[in-house]
């Protein structure tokens, strides 16, 4: 596997750099509610998986209007993107280091300076889950500042906004264990 650090030297290296660990990309295209290309100041493309979010997959419910919201939100502009370590923010995707991807925290065009925690209305990744539009995903451990992803989804689910409007929305975990299994 490679590691976080060389991580930073191959994909990340024509990145624009807008502050200590906070990359800048426009974004190419959207693959789903997590996921999407960005192109670096080479025009190479760069994979960005959202930290701490979990979309439903495109075949499942909600899963066209989870990629539909991040579109409307992304695709065409510059992002700001904190990259964070993918075993502890992106566990659903076991590989993703050897397939150049990166887990990130990303912020809407000209913001995240800083971690979503500090400022949770800047981050993309905060809003798909507090607009319901995604889980937050389920992580091995208890981290810090997990406890307003958790809110969020609270509050999303109360409010039975975006997939809590459905009446038995399936995690996406358990949606590609049944169906992606076969």
């Known amino acids: 596997f490679l590691t976080m650090k060389k991580l930073f030297f191959f994909p990340l290296l ?3 750099v807008t502050q200590a660990n906070v990359f ?3 974004v190419y295209d959207v693959i789903d509610g997590d996921r999407f290309v960005c192109l670096d100041t080479q025009q190479q493309k760069v994979t960005i998986l959202l930290a701490n979010v ?3 997959e495109l075949a499942q419910a909600y899963g066209q209007q989870s990629k539909q919201v991040l579109s409307e939100w992304i695709k065409g502009k510059n992002i700001n993107f904190l990259a964070v370590n993918s075993e502890l923010f992106c566990t659903r995707e076991q590989n993703m280091d050897e397939k150049g991807w990166i887990c990130a925290d990303v912020g809407f065009e000209g913001y995240l300076t ?3 925690i500090s400022n949770p209305e800047q981050s993309i990744n905060y809003q798909m889950i507090e607009q319901g539009h995604a889980w937050l995903a389920p992580s091995p451990v208890h981290l810090f500042g997990m406890t307003i992803y958790r809110k969020a989804e609270h509050d999303a689910r109360e409010a039975q906004r975006g997939l809590w409007a459905n009446t038995d929305p399936v995690m ?3 949606w590609r264990e049944r169906n992606l299994s076969q």
Do not use: R, Y
């Open 14 to 16: 024509f990145l624009s």
């Open 24 to 26: 800048q990309c426009k």
């Open 54 to 56: 979990d979309a439903p």
């Open 114 to 116: 800083e971690p979503t």
């Open 172 to 174: 996406p975990w358990v």
